[in-house]
T-cell receptor
Framework: QQQVKQSPQSLIVQKGGISIINCAYE??????FPWYQQFPGKGPALLIA?????SEKKEGRFTISFNKSAKQFSLHIMDSQPGDSATYFC????????????FGSGTRLQVQP | GAVVSQHPSRVICKSGTSVKIECRSL??????MFWYRQFPKQSLMLMAT?????????EQGVEKDKFLINHASLTLSTLTVTSAHPEDSSFYIC?????????????FGPGTRLTVT
């Protein structure tokens, strides 16, 4: 599997602040980039995803920014809330063939009240 | 919509026994499902791709004779851990790809915690 590098490993943000998590990929054949949220003991939940034909996608408080030339994409969580405290994973895949997701290493977000 | 269930959610078994885990897509059809394992505080590791009506594709290093996968219908895939040993203890998670989705939307089940004693 090609690697997807994710940073930071952990993040502490104050309530109401902006949480930013970054990912970089190597395989230029990737053309689907989702973000997942995982709470302890639960399966990951699909938050938001982007294709490389757009540079930004927003859904509620969650925004993906995508830079194709730099092979980087990021998740912005606006107005972060304590309920957002979870582990976030970026992922990437091709949109043909097996379409297996390659996951980043995860970011543990803690939003302090 | 896009709900994936797993059963059981938690299982404890003795070393040497076999355990079957079911993964179901409840409100969509999935020709492809994926099986992952996750160790504490780590990312998801893809074990195999389950294809409806055909043999599963295993990732390098995953023993196909130990982790048996069957995808008998468009809504059900099963993972059987045969002759389980303590090192097989982990969190097993499946995902299902919505074949009608525009992208590669994959939805995950809640996971199965396997403990082998």
């Amino acid at each position: 599997q090609q690697q997807v590098k994710q940073s930071p490993q952990s993040l502490i943000v104050q309530k109401g602040g902006i949480s930013i998590i970054n990912c970089a990929y190597e395989n230029t054949a990737f053309d689907y980039f989702p973000w997942y949220q995982q709470f302890p003991g639960k399966g990951p939940a699909l938050l938001i995803a982007i294709r490389p034909d757009v540079s930004e996608k927003k859904e509620g408080r969650f925004t993906i920014s995508f830079n194709k030339s730099a092979k980087q994409f990021s998740l912005h969580i606006m107005d972060s809330q304590p309920g957002d405290s979870a582990t976030y994973f970026c992922a990437a895949s091709k949109n043909t063939g097996r379409r297996a997701l390659t996951f980043g290493s995860g970011t543990r977000l803690q939003v302090q009240p | 919509g896009a709900v994936v269930s797993q059963h059981p959610s938690r299982v404890i078994c003795k070393s040497g026994t076999s355990v079957k885990i079911e993964c179901r897509s409840l409100d969509f059809q999935a020709t492809t499902m994926f099986w992952y394992r996750q160790f504490p505080k780590q990312s998801l590791m893809l074990m195999a791709t389950s294809n409806e009506g055909s043999k599963a594709t295993y990732e390098q290093g995953v023993e196909k004779d130990k982790f048996l996968i069957n995808h008998a219908s468009l809504t059900l895939s099963t993972l059987t851990v045969t002759s389980a040993h303590p090192e097989d203890s982990s969190f097993y998670i499946c995902s299902a790809r919505d074949q009608m989705g525009q992208g590669n939307e994959q939805y995950f089940g809640p996971g199965t915690r396997l403990t082998v004693t």
